[in-house]
């Protein structure tokens, strides 16, 4: 019966697929590469234009454009890009044929500021953008660079509908998503923890970024196996032409970045570059010296590597290979809580192939990861959890114009391996292998103001025997020139389990289960449980406005509905053996059944001025969970949250910069103490002479997650000046200040203590960068 359910839609699927490339491949196309003169990297988004016609297109990712259903004849070919000389180029059409060519673009001497917010006005009216935000190095080095060193994980605490946890042990929530459903993926290959415990730093060297797209929700076919957020990045190819790099140095760091060609490019011919980068921090050690006043005098006890090399290879053709590695770890001693340490490392492969003769593009990738997270608890029991597996996918893309059909097919293996000691000492442990396959189709339709793009994915879970049908939807209608409706909506599912739960106050071991083979219950809530799978519908709707040229105005109301949610259940105290079969589930499951929702609204006002850049963020949501018996609270449902960011360049040739970024958020729930008692240990024998010994402190909690904490907010500055000494050398001084006014911060409480942990306090922090 499964068989034949996923031969029918591949059959389904490959009718579409027939059917809407027949309807155009009657007659001649153009089609193309767009790409800098200068080093052979991709024009993204360049427009490209028939002469006196209606006749058009967009490029990609990989700069490449495709225009179809042109009749013989003579035509010119008119091609623009920000920041770029534009190209006019007359061709001919004849016989039915395509014209196909690379097209190099030289950079202008001058850019007038207007062309940039023009060519983004152009995007937002013929892309649906809705719950996305593409985030570049340029625009992550608007904010204050915390360490001095400019990071996109603190680009993403500014983006609407993100909640960050805290400076320590902080992680990142997208729109009543936790970490574990949130899919990220770097260059194709799946990472499975992008961020370091100080919250401050991801993974990521973001000088080398060439793209990064980041969904808070309703994206579309094209992604799988998550059910609520995407941040999907890429990474730029090393320079072809010469040897070049970036050395950095800071009180939190150091970074290196190395690139260079191997076989340097020329116009026409094949080139094979490198680029490799690698960055630590030895906070450690150097806040003992600069932040004594810091926890005593011990400093922070955050260290970390990250190491990443890419090899590219690129065809006068426009074909691709890249060839890329990465390995992170990350080791901090929580004061009072544990001693955690992981390290992640992945090899991946992608490339891209246009036939010649045809207009489609394909699309191939390949990689293995792997994941392992050690902790030891003040309570001496440790934790641990790992994950490794591979991930193939093909994509084939067709651009129709306009328009573009995409469909593709995914494979995902992993292991899981798993053992964690509860409250109580009772070990769970799990070892799994799980097998994923996927396939998927979208089409983007232009309809002159009305924009539509159906999508719809079968995500087939194998070791469950469970197939997930889900259809994706997005769309944009253009009123006027000026202003935009848009709505998306989707059904969503995953099998990776959480190893903590939404109701851990700090949840500092960021851990992975497969939810294959789970002993839960066989019903919720007095519904008979039909599958083991995690599974959220989203519905977005909003509007965009162009105020002036130069001010946005958006605004995005959201529904997740997270209609079914496996968690690991804190409170088991038996085993799940027929002897124990009176006693309730929530006592006796290694994982209970959860269900939730998450709403709200974000609103964002953005002014881009050469000089002066402003983005004020205001969102307003809940996040509540249902386990059966108890509704609360996650631990990170922030009612208002509120981000500032502004820059200011100033001097000859703007060489100054200033930058400022305040937040303001309401507290977070959290679990008030009800009282102490004393705790007798019955569980090493029972003949324990407990009369002849103190019990340890027993601690009497109040109802889950109703408290508040006090608000949040914090002022992080940025001063930065820049030396130019040649074309490709100059000198960054970058002086910066974190929590300005030294805001005491709550990070958690230690009842038994009963002492308080705050945030980070104020940080000043200088740093230098070298660029040749």
Not at 477 to 484: D, G, V
Request: hydrophobic letters at 35%; aromatic letters at 14%.
């Amino acid at each position: 019966m499964m068989s034949k359910t996923i031969k029918r839609l591949l059959l389904l699927g490959a009718a579409i697929l027939a059917f809407v490339v027949s309807s155009y491949s009657q007659t001649g196309a153009i089609k193309g590469f767009v790409l800098d003169k200068e080093n052979g990297e991709p024009c993204m988004f360049a427009n490209v234009s028939i002469v006196g016609t209606n006749y058009g297109a967009a490029t990609d990712m990989n700069g490449y454009f495709t225009i179809p259903k042109m009749p013989d004849g003579d035509y010119t070919v008119k091609i623009t890009y920000v920041s770029y000389d534009s190209i006019v180029e007359p061709f001919t059409i004849s016989n039915g044929k395509i014209y196909s060519k690379t097209f190099y673009m030289n950079k202008a001497a001058f850019v007038l500021d207007e062309a940039v917010v023009s060519a983004e006005r152009q995007e937002m009216r013929t892309q649906i953008r809705i719950s996305k935000v593409k985030v570049t190095p340029q625009q992550i080095k608007q904010l204050p660079s915390i360490g001095s060193e400019p990071d996109i994980a603190q680009y993403l605490q500014v983006v609407p509908g993100v909640t960050f946890t805290g400076d320590q042990g902080g992680q990142l929530y997208i729109r009543g998503g936790s970490n574990i459903q949130n899919l990220v993926l770097l260059d194709g290959m799946v990472i499975y923890n992008p961020f370091h415990s100080i919250g401050l730093f991801s993974v990521f060297d973001s000088d080398i970024i060439r793209n990064a797209d980041i969904y808070t929700g309703g994206f579309n076919s094209e992604y799988g196996g998550r059910i609520s957020s995407v941040m999907d990045i890429s990474m730029r190819d090393g320079n072809p032409n010469r040897f070049g790099g970036k050395v950095s140095a800071s009180t939190f760091g150091t970074k290196v970045m190395l690139e260079g060609p191997i076989v340097k490019y020329k116009q026409g011919k094949s080139s094979l570059s490198y680029i490799l980068s690698g960055k630590t921090s030895f906070l450690e050690q150097s806040s003992k010296l600069l932040y004594p006043y810091i926890n005593d005098g011990q400093g922070l006890p955050f260290n970390y590597t990250d190491l990443y090399g890419k090899v590219s290879l690129n065809t006068p053709d426009g074909s691709r290979l890249n060839i890329f590695g990465f390995k992170f770890n990350d080791n901090v001693s929580y004061q009072g809580l544990s001693n955690l340490g992981w390290d992640s490392y992945g090899l991946g492969a992608n490339f891209i192939v246009v036939p010649s003769g045809s207009t489609f593009m394909l699309k191939a990738r390949m990689s293995y990861s792997d994941y392992k997270i050690n902790m030891q608890s003040m309570d001496n029991y440790p934790s641990y959890s790992g994950i490794n597996g591979f991930n193939l996918g093909l994509d084939f893309l067709y651009f129709l114009g306009k328009n573009q059909f995409v469909w593709g097919i995914e494979a995902l293996g992993f292991n899981t391996d798993f053992e964690y000691y509860n409250s109580i000492g009772r070990l769970l442990e799990q070892e799994e292998n799980t097998t994923q396959l996927g396939t998927y189709f979208k089409y983007k339709l232009n309809l002159g103001a009305l924009l539509v793009e159906p999508g719809f994915r079968m995500q087939y879970y194998a070791s469950m025997g469970n197939v997930s049908l889900e259809p994706r939807l997005g769309i944009k209608y253009n009123i006027s020139e000026f202003l935009r409706f848009k709505l998306a909506a989707g059904i969503y599912s995953q099998d990776l389990v959480a190893a903590n739960s939404d109701k851990d106050v700090v949840n500092l071991f960021y851990g992975f289960l497969s939810g294959n083979n789970l002993r839960v219950p066989d019903e919720f809530k007095g519904e008979e449980l039909t599958h083991k799978l995690q599974k959220s519908e989203h519905l977005i709707a909003g509007f965009e406005i162009d105020l002036t040229k130069k001010i946005d105005f958006n605004v995005e109301g959201y529904l997740k509905n997270f209609s079914q949610l496996t968690t690991i259940n804190r409170n088991k105290l038996y085993d799940d053996v027929y002897v124990n079969s009176d006693k309730p589930d929530y006592l006796k499951k290694d994982f209970l059944i959860e269900s939730g929702y998450a709403y709200g609204v974000d609103f964002l006002l953005k002014y881009d001025q050469e000089q002066l850049y402003v983005w004020l963020v205001y969102s307003l949501g809940w996040v509540k969970r249902d386990d059966g018996v108890t509704v609360y609270n996650t631990h990170y449902d922030r009612r208002h949250n509120i981000n500032l960011v502004t820059t200011y360049k100033f001097g000859e040739k703007k060489s100054w910069n200033v930058s400022a970024r305040w937040n303001l958020g309401s507290g977070f729930p959290f679990t008030k103490t009800a009282g102490f008692y004393e705790e007798t240990d019955m569980y090493s024998s029972l003949n324990y002479p407990y009369w002849q010994s103190n019990g340890s402190l027993g601690i009497i909690y109040s109802d889950l997650n109703a408290g508040r904490l006090p608000y949040y907010h914090r002022l992080d500055l940025t001063l930065n000046k820049t030396f130019e000494f040649s074309k490709y050398t100059k000198l960054e001084v970058n002086l910066s200040v974190t929590n300005v006014y030294n805001r005491q911060n709550i990070f958690y409480f230690d009842r038994v203590d009963y002492n308080r942990v705050d945030q980070l306090p104020i940080m000043p922090s200088l740093g230098l960068s070298l660029t040749f």
